[in-house]
Every structure is written in C-alpha cells, then in structure tokens.
C-alpha cells in the first residue's frame, strides 16, 4: 500500500533534549513538508523541501531542523531551542511542483515534553 | 489580523441536517482553495479542490469559491454521523505555492 508513515505515534521527551520524528512515503513525491498543529490554530508550516538535498524554512522554523537525503525521507529534529515543543506534528508530500497544493498526510506524531 | 479565519465552533447538527462551512480570507493572490477532514487524534484527508471561483460538487459535498466577496465554503448534504470531525481550509496563490490553513471548525454530527 502506497502511504505516508510517521514514527512515532506518542513521543515523551524530557526538556533539554533533541528529538529525531520520523517521516517516509514509498509515493514516489517529490515534495514533503512538515507542519504543527496546535488547539484552534490550524496547521503551521515548519519546513518543506521540494527536492532531494533542499528544503526551505515555513512559517515556524525556529528550534527545528530537517535533512532530505533520500527522497522518501523527511526527519524532523525538534531541537532544546524550541521553547514550546508540546503539539501535533504532521508530515505531508506531494507529487510534483505542479501539484504541490495536493497535499497527503501522514497519522502525526503527538510530541510531548515533560 | 490571519490571512484565513475560519470559525472553530463547535458545530453540533442532527443527522440528515445540511452543514455549512465557511471560511474568509484576505490575500487576493489566493486561487487554489482545499478542504481537508481531519478525524480525532489522525492525519488530515483531502476533501474538495477547487480552482478559482464557481462550485465543485462529489457526491454530498460541494464546495463554493466566491473570489468578490474572498469567501469559501463547503455544504454537507443529508449529514452522517461519521462526517463528524475537524474541517480544515486551506489555500494557495499558485498550484505549487505554500498552503494556508484555517483554524478548523469542529462538527458532531448526532444520531
């Protein structure tokens, strides 16, 4: 089955710690992004990459880091700089450039810091 | 000021009721609109894609872009108990741009 998957699915980190959120898709896309999702604000846009090697900060890219070595990959670090870590963490991809508005959601990841 | 308001609700409707879902928005460049479900604690799912102005219908859903008035919306028909979830806008200026959501607007639809 073709998909987005995210591990995990409940994350607890400590504060002052780095985390590493997973991200694959076997869709054969080229574009992955990722975003946060808080109560009553929506989805935010962390970062995006629209090819292999290349990403682009969002809206919310402080205290993040992504890499996109492969292009089924897409890990997100959520680094001790982000000062409110605790959210819904949503990855997506889409085809191609023309098509970037269609975007697939993978099941998020629920981080929390304790 | 966002650039997307959405009302959150929450949106309570009794089965079989038509539901009407709206969302403002403030950038003119925007001409890519989307509707995503989001069911509890999941990731959301492509809805309705519209380009410009005019209505798009698939099966109970329809959605309507009025450009003017920058107001889009999404009408359930004969509503179900399992479209009960978040409904997220979202939109873009380009077919590869960014996409701005909406904050969601929380339905239940009850038997």
């Known amino acids: 089955d073709g998909g987005i998957t995210q591990s995990p699915k409940y994350l607890f980190r400590k504060e002052g710690q780095n985390v590493t959120l997973s991200c694959e898709q076997n869709l054969n896309h080229d574009a992955m992004y990722w975003y946060r999702q808080d109560p009553g604000q929506g989805l935010r846009l962390i970062y995006y990459s629209q090819i292999v090697n290349d990403f682009q900060k969002g809206d919310i890219a402080e205290g993040y880091s992504v890499s996109r070595e492969k292009k089924e990959s897409f890990p997100l670090t959520v680094t001790s700089a982000q000062k409110n870590p605790t959210a819904f963490y949503l990855c997506?991809?889409?085809?191609?450039?023309?098509?970037?508005?269609?975007?697939?959601f993978g099941p998020g990841t629920r981080l929390t810091v304790l | 000021q966002k650039e997307v308001e959405q009302d959150p609700g929450p949106l309570s409707v009794p089965e079989g009721a038509i539901v009407s879902l709206n969302c403002t928005y403030s950038?003119?460049?925007?001409?890519?609109f989307m509707w995503y479900r989001q069911y509890s604690r999941k990731g959301p799912e492509l809805l309705m894609y519209?380009?410009?102005?005019g209505n798009k219908e698939d099966g109970r859903f329809t959605a309507q872009v009025d450009k003017s008035s920058k107001y889009i919306s999404l009408f359930i028909r004969d509503s179900q108990p399992s479209d009960s979830a978040t409904y997220l806008c979202a939109m873009s200026g380009t077919s590869y741009g960014k996409l701005t959501f909406g904050q969601g607007t929380i339905l239940t639809v009850h038997p």
């Open positions: 519209t380009y410009s102005s």
């Open positions: 950038n003119s460049a925007f001409q890519y």
């Open positions: 997506a991809s889409s085809a191609n450039r023309d098509s970037h508005n269609e975007q697939f």
